[in-house]
């Protein structure tokens, strides 16, 4: 039903009030002033509600009057007062209007605001300056577990922890004393207690209003109980990602666009040398860049947040740790956009490839000394050819000359028994020259091909060694690398003994090495070279030294004692297993120094044994162990410079020592 007919008695009461006005006019003529009677029921509608009813009336009202002017025949001198009833009629009507249209507007916004209070999300609850609740909407009470109306006119502490409502009650009255918009309970956690006992987080906002003599306030209420259960989920979150983050073997580091630290992991501080506080909200390349790459540096990232350079791109700089040392960084980037895709930071992965740019200037130093060795065998092989072709152009007039005195001794048949001596003579010159070129080519071609055979497997070895270290270049191949290494090494180690041993050769045949002794101790110079031998053993080798005799000065061509020690050794290493002990003794007494070395490698077979010392030999069981077949040979020559003698004893497969004695004075040739 429409609001016009909700009250009838109304509507009926101005009718007859209307009824009433025109009769009077029409039977009481003489009475001009009667017309202004019609504001009567225009007024009367004030009480109804709705504009149209006063609209209709108004309307009503006006024509009854003009109707009443002509039937009561009323001249001009009575047109000033039907203007005026007619004023008064529309100008109530206008006032009733206006009146009645505020009140629409206040009804509206009243249930605009009740719509407000009781369709809220969040709890809302009025309260009075005595803390008695004077109205609370439906989510307050069923955030709080209380049915409708239950909480009206309890005190406000019935939703506070019990811990904290006497407490409440002295915050609640300074508040009143002096109130102002705010929230609660700032920097805090705040509770609220439901009906049933148990509690629940909340954060509240207050504000306050009066009505009349009495002042109230609102308060705001959210239930944050799953925000603080997404909280603890995405701080534990949070902590499992930083996790991953300090055990990942780079460094993980977040630059905002004012190029400050926003979060770095552990291992980046580990590097660094800083602890996380230390580093966070510093500028990155002015706090931890080297002053040599700080403004390149500083511009790549510039570039890299406007999108001129792609994060495809990865860039090298050192930075500066904490004790002030360089270390080389490689990073890759990616950028981390807002929702609009603006970039916001920098996340940058760093890997410190300091120790792999160290390995690669060893590698290259090892190349150039490879390609230096190659050259020396080279020059050796050209000039072994050179020699071999004097020798043969020697042979070559030497049988000329044979050849001559022959057709002599032909034409002296008298002198035939001096000939024939002679040729005879000749002849086994002829042999031995012979003899001479053969052994000569035989070397040649042991040479040939014990170098092509000895320099083919340590080059293979660094060739493919190098291929295999451009390969390992992932975060966790150190170890590989490092094993690529050592076989570098070692093979480079292998060559120089080998060309040593060349070397040395080449000198004792042409007679350029002496003995120079001078005055040491043994057991300093015997420690020093176990040290450095240490070096080259295998897995699980050791070398133990001892010296017995009050002495240990020893007056010896000190290089000449470390070559020999050297190769005997290094031959202990060489044909010995992994894991196996090596003993290295001298002794003093009589003015003699005894060395010996003991191993429990191959050993030499019996058979064999009368052959070690001779160029180029390699006992049978040895063949597949890396070796030239000089060093004895050079021991042997360098011992008999010393005025020396040199011995050994050897089980096949259980090892060999061999023994040397040096007289301690030998006078300088």
């Known amino acids: 039903m429409s609001n016009e007919h909700k009250r009838p008695e109304l509507l009926i009461g101005v009718i007859v009030l209307t009824a009433l006005v025109f009769a009077a006019d029409l039977i009481i003529k003489m009475d001009a002033s009667i017309p202004v009677l019609y504001v009567a029921p225009v007024l009367l509608t004030l009480f109804h509600p709705g504009r149209k009813t006063t609209s209709y009336v108004a309307a009503c009202c006006t024509i009854l009057t003009i109707v009443s002017f002509v039937l009561s025949g009323h001249g001009l001198s009575h047109m000033l007062n039907l203007v005026v009833s007619i004023t008064g009629i529309w100008t109530g009507f206008y006032f009733i209007i206006k009146y009645k249209a505020q009140g629409i507007d206040d009804s509206k916004n009243r249930e605009r605001l009740n719509a407000l209070f009781e369709y809220a999300t969040e709890g809302m609850i009025i309260a009075n300056s005595k803390g008695e609740m004077v109205m609370i909407n439906p989510m307050a009470e069923k955030q709080f577990g209380y049915e409708k109306g239950e909480l009206e006119g309890k005190k406000i502490e019935l939703l506070i922890p019990e811990r904290m409502s006497e407490r409440h009650v002295k915050h609640r009255d300074k508040y009143v004393q002096n109130p102002y918009p705010r929230p609660m309970g700032k920097g805090i956690q705040l509770f609220g207690r439901r009906k049933d006992g148990t509690e629940l987080p909340v954060e509240i906002s207050l504000s306050n209003f009066s009505t009349g003599n009495e002042n109230y306030v609102i308060a705001f209420i959210i239930d944050i109980s799953e925000r603080r259960i997404s909280e603890e989920l995405l701080s534990k979150e949070k902590e499992v990602a930083q996790m991953y983050l300090d055990i990942a073997p780079v460094i993980f580091l977040v630059l905002n666009k004012e190029q400050q630290v926003s979060l770095i992991n552990q291992n980046g501080c580990q590097i660094l040398g800083f602890s996380e506080n230390e580093i966070v909200d510093k500028n990155w390349f002015d706090a931890f860049v080297t002053d040599t790459e700080k403004e390149t540096s500083r511009q790549l990232f510039i570039q890299l947040m406007d999108g001129k350079i792609s994060i495809n791109n990865p860039f090298e700089y050192e930075i500066r740790t904490a004790n002030g040392e360089h270390r080389l960084i490689a990073w890759k980037n990616t950028i981390i ?29 090892a190349n150039k000394e490879l390609q230096r060795y190659s050259e020396e065998v080279l020059e050796l092989n050209a000039d072994l050819e050179k020699r071999v072709r004097v020798r043969t152009e020697e042979l070559a007039e030497l049988i000329n000359r044979l050849e001559r005195i022959n057709t002599e001794l032909a034409i002296e048949i008298k002198e035939r028994k001096q000939a024939e001596k002679l040729l005879e003579k000749n002849k086994e010159d002829l ?116 010296h017995e005799g009050t002495s240990t000065t020893v007056f010896l061509d000190k290089n000449l004692t470390r070559n020999i020690c050297i190769n005997l050794l290094s031959n202990a290493i060489k044909y010995s297993e992994e894991g196996t002990p090596i003993h290295f003794q001298t002794v003093i007494e009589h003015d003699t120094l005894m060395i010996s070395v003991s191993d429990k490698g191959i050993g030499i077979p019996e058979s064999e044994q009368q052959y070690i010392f001779d160029r180029f030999f390699r006992a049978n069981n040895a063949s597949n162990i890396q070796g030239t077949g000089l060093g004895l040979n050079i021991v042997k020559k360098y011992v008999e410079l010393m005025q020396g003698e040199v011995g050994f004893t050897s089980i096949s497969g259980k090892g060999t020592t061999f023994t040397l004695t040096l007289p301690l004075h030998i006078p300088v040739e």
């Open 337 to 365: 956009r807002d929702e609009r895709g603006n970039p916001q930071a920098v996340l940058s992965s760093g890997e410190d490839i300091t120790a792999r740019k160290q390995q690669d200037e060893i590698i290259d130093k």
């Open 431 to 546: 042999r031995t020259a012979l003899n001479k070129e053969k052994e000569l080519s035989e070397l040649k071609s042991r040479f040939v091909t014990m170098a092509s055979h000895e320099f083919r497997t340590p080059l293979s070895t660094i060739l493919s060694s190098v291929s295999l270290i451009s390969k390992y270049n992932e975060p966790g191949q150190d170890e590989k690398r490092f094993k690529h290494i050592e076989r570098i090494k070692s093979a480079v180690y292998n060559l120089t003994s080998i060309l040593n041993d060349f070397l040395s050769l080449g000198k004792l045949e042409e007679g350029k090495v002496a003995s120079t002794p001078t005055t040491f101790d043994i057991t300093s110079f015997s420690n020093d070279l176990v040290g450095e031998l240490k070096e080259v053993t295998k897995t699980g080798q050791s070398i133990t030294y001892n």
